[in-house]
């Protein structure tokens, strides 16, 4: 016998209650399943921005340590800076206490490649601690930097950036971070064309120019302008050979050897350079040369800086390596620059 539905009598009402009855029922399961999955998806959201602010606050947490660090590393250049600072004080109080006039000259040219070695340090790290700041947004890396501050980068060449170049620009630009010997010897070439010049300038005065030589070929007049030039000397009467050989002796020697020794030139190198050097007979025994060679000689030594500067290096064919895949790419044997600016032969 046919059921009725809760109580209605079999028939097309009790069946069409009964059909309702399970459509309600199958919307309810639907309503429900929808909600759950609305409950899941808005759960796996939370949880995913919740990822997103821990990720964000280890982060933030962590350029916050390294923007720490690297202030400390500032404070304590800073602290190198004072230090270098009165130790300079100091050695200036010292050598100036120094009764030989040589050994106080000598005293304070080694003092003053070793300042300006610390002060070139400090300007490089200060420099690497406000790259690393600016890559992290910690400051702000869009402010020109100072002349003496875009000397620290080089790019593949050797060459610098141009003046109002930002630390974005020599960043974005693969510019790098010269060595501190590599910058030496920039500074060295600088102050070694200028040294030059006016030498050649005391050359063509004291020797005179081509076609118009004042010391000929020949012992005899060779003697003769030796005499000529130690009357000169005696009297002060020549102001270019007195000043000539003063600056010989205090100033081209000396830095043809310190550019030696930076460049980690042999001293027999070194020694060569300075015989470059044309001679006045102003030693005993001595005669002075000739007019022609004296001019030969400057040639020579304009040569021996430009060399041992790196400038005559790709004249001379000799490559300059940079990475680890550079290097390994060079045949047994071969001579090349290093990263550090030295000439070196590979095994």
Known sequence: MAQGFRGVPPGPLSAYLGVREGNLDADMQAMGFLAKLQEAQEARRLNEEFRRDELKTKHL????????TLELGRGRLQQQANQLEMQNQFNQQRIQAIQDEAQRKREADAWQRTYQQGQLDIQRENLQIRQQLAAMKAIPGDEPLKAPELLHYIDKEGNH?????????????????????????????????????????YVENIWGKE?????????????????????????????????????????????????????????????????LIPKTGNKFGELPDTSVVARQKMKQLRQWFEDVLGKGNKAAGIPKISTDQEYDALPSGTVFIDPEGNKRRKP
Do not use: C, H, W
């Open 161 to 201: 950036p141009p003046a109002g170049s930002t630390l974005n620009d020599v960043m974005g630009k693969g510019y790098r971070l010269a060595s501190t010997q590599e910058i030496n010897m920039v500074l060295a070439g600088r102050g070694a064309e200028s040294t030059i010049s006016q030498l050649e300038k």
């Open 61 to 68: 947490d962590r350029q916050a340590q390294l923007a720490g």
């Open 211 to 275: 076609g118009e030589d004042k010391v000929n070929e020949g012992i005899r007049k060779r003697m003769m302008a030796g005499a000529s030039l130690a009357i000169d000397r005696a009297k002060q009467s020549n102001p270019d050979l007195n000043s000539y050989e003063a600056f010989g002796a205090g100033t081209l020697a000396p830095l043809i050897r310190a550019i030696g020794e930076k460049g980690a030139l042999a001293e027999g190198d070194i020694q060569r350079g300075i015989n």
